[in-house]
């Protein structure tokens, strides 16, 4: 797996990522589960059309659950799970002829677009005030946003939207990837 974009992606949202295997970040574990299990509830419910129904009531939005981490993590369940993700997630992508791969690299490439760069940025890096974070290019930030910082990667400034949980959110500038060419195609 060539992950150097999702690598550039977490350089540019501040977040760390670890060289050997490593889960005692509680805060990481949560943002981990949440954004996980928010893309799967995504692909159950928006794609497949299933609702899951978890003790009578229905989950019809992916980001309407909480996490806790109240447990040590396990190593052995946490790499069995993912690689049982990965494999029901290409058994998916292999039972419906989805072209995972071509739109995987698409979405990576999209994901970057969460990043405002910053064209001479004469500003501090760092967080920044509230009546700063336009930019100086007019970018807008949707409500739950409650910090926005400015990161340097090489010479490069970029902007960086982020919840309370400190998951990336869409600046105004953001456009949803296109993947209705892969699946015209197909």
């Not at 949440?34 to 059309?49: C, D, M, P, R």
């Not at 009531?57 to 981490?69: F, V």
């Not at 698409?106 to 940025?121: I, S, T």
């Amino acid at each position: 797996m060539n992950d150097s974009k999702i690598k550039l992606f977490m350089d540019l949202a501040g977040q760390n990522y670890a060289d050997k295997f490593n889960a005692d970040d509680q805060e990481k574990r949560k943002l981990g589960a949440q954004l996980l299990l928010s893309e799967v509830l995504e692909y159950v419910i928006k794609g497949l059309g299933v609702k899951p129904v978890f003790n009578g009531t229905e989950i019809t939005d992916a980001n309407g659950l909480d996490y806790l981490a109240e447990a040590d993590p396990d190593k052995v369940e946490m790499l069995d799970g993912l690689a049982d993700v990965a494999y029901t997630m290409y058994w998916n992508s292999v039972a419906f002829g989805a072209p995972l791969e071509q739109a995987f690299e698409l979405v990576c490439d999209n994901n970057l677009q969460k990043f405002v760069k910053l064209e001479n940025w004469s500003g501090s890096k760092g967080s920044i005030d509230r009546n700063q974070w336009d930019l100086g290019c007019r970018t807008v930030w949707p409500p739950e946003v409650t910090q926005v910082t400015v990161v340097q990667i090489s010479d490069n400034f970029y902007g960086v939207g982020k919840d309370k949980t400190g998951k990336v959110r869409k600046p105004s500038q953001y456009h949803s990837v296109d993947l209705q060419p892969l699946v015209a195609n197909s």
